[in-house]
């Protein structure tokens, strides 16, 4: 029999034999790349739980392996949940890439290295046609579309990826644990090409922080709201979501209203626009839809369409804004549906023609893009919908954008539960582009 102090020792000691030492945690992961923005550019973004270094290393695929190296810095991410988490995001920049060249690198430090990981940078010549695939509301469980957007990209398929918002059904939960586990999940797709974003409302929980931290997009705003260009489309990524959040600051609606408008200004002075005659928004929640839930686009005078009348000074909406600076195509999500409309303003539609509505359509395309697969399941359509509506799925899937040329654009709808069967798929064509292409 072990003498009764002796045995008092011994479970005093237990926690500190069974707990023991944490690990340590250096080594790089959840590697996602974005594009900055400046031609011959590209960001790479990458976690570790303890502090390191941000370097990359890199090269020409054939050429001499990590040849270059270029050093960014780390920011701490402390996640408000109880545990107060800690992440050190890396992001570093490289620049001067050769147009259409394919790189190799790893990501980390001389404390750990990523796996190896390529990419091609982006063309920067307007007559590129990128291909773009497109969606938003995928989670960390249930990501339906994940598997065949994790080949199709390994096929070379798409320039660049867009992610309408509603990401990882919520990356702060679990102490923004689901968070880490989604970006792990989208590695495989996000670590060879550009991975573009805009904020869901599933981003809100602590003011969008994880959404903020964790990515890297262009401009100045923590990755709310930016354009970049690319092949002879400029592309506008927006939040909705400053309008449904007012006490994360009323002001942001106005603020975004502001850059928009300076944007778009700026996109359709002639010189611009002749080189760029296609603009394109992102952002998540639609201004229009026939769903049968609640939500805001369901509803006429839905707050992104038309705005709100409720706070001081009222809140313009994005319909007229966008219609006025002639934007080409409208993407949103937000909806777990696959929605393509008529060529609609003022909720009525202006199509080209009878025959032919996206010939030179007389009002904006949208397209609602958000079921590409979450724990939410799908959503269902409301059996009456208005006459903008022209196609609706139900089934999971994604859509796939070509901007072929400045006259040519390309779309089409793949539904996941048909194993990538095509369902959908338009042309929109333009000889004008800019607000006197309506009339
Ligand atoms: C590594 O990170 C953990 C978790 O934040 C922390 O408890 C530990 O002190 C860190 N270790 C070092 C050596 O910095
Ligand atoms: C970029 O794309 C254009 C248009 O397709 C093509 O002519 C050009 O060769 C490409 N640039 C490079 C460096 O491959
Ligand atoms: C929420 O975040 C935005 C963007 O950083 C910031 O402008 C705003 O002041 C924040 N709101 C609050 C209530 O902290
Ligand atoms: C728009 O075009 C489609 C396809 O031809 C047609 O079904 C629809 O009725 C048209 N809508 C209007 C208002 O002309
Ligand atoms: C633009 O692309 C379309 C579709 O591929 C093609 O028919 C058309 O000729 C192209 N226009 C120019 C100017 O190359
Ligand atoms: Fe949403």
Known sequence: MVPLHTACLLLSLAP???????????????VHLSYPGAPGSMAVTWTTFNETESKVEYGLLGGRLFEMIAKG?????????????????????????????????????????????SFTALNDSTSFSPRFALYGDMGNENPQSLARLQKETQLGMYDAILHIGDFAYDMHEDNARIGDEFMRQIQSIAAYVPYMTCPGNHESTYNFSNYRNRFTMPGQTESLWYSWNLGSAHIISLSTEVYFYLDFGQELIFKQYEWLMKDLEEANKPENRAVRPWILTMGHRPMYCSDDDQDDCTQFDSYVRLGRSDTEPPAPGLEDLFYRYGVDVELWAHEHTYERLWPVYGDKVYNGSKEQPYVNPKAPVHIITGSAGCREKTDRFNPNPKEWSAFRSMDYGYTRMQVVNATHLYLEQVSDDQYGKVIDSIWVEKEKHGFSAWF
Do not use: N
């Not at 500190?16 to 959840?30: C, D, F, K, R, Y």
């Open 16 to 30: 500190l034999l069974v707990l023991g030492v944490p690990p340590i945690w250096t080594q790089p992961e959840q």
């Open 73 to 117: 810095g780390a920011t701490l991410f402390v996640d408000s949940g109880k545990e107060k988490r800690k992440m050190y995001i890396h992001r570093v920049t490289l620049t001067d890439l050769k147009p259409a060249a394919t790189y190799v690198y790893h990501c980390g430090s001389d404390e750990g290295w990523s796996e190896v990981f």
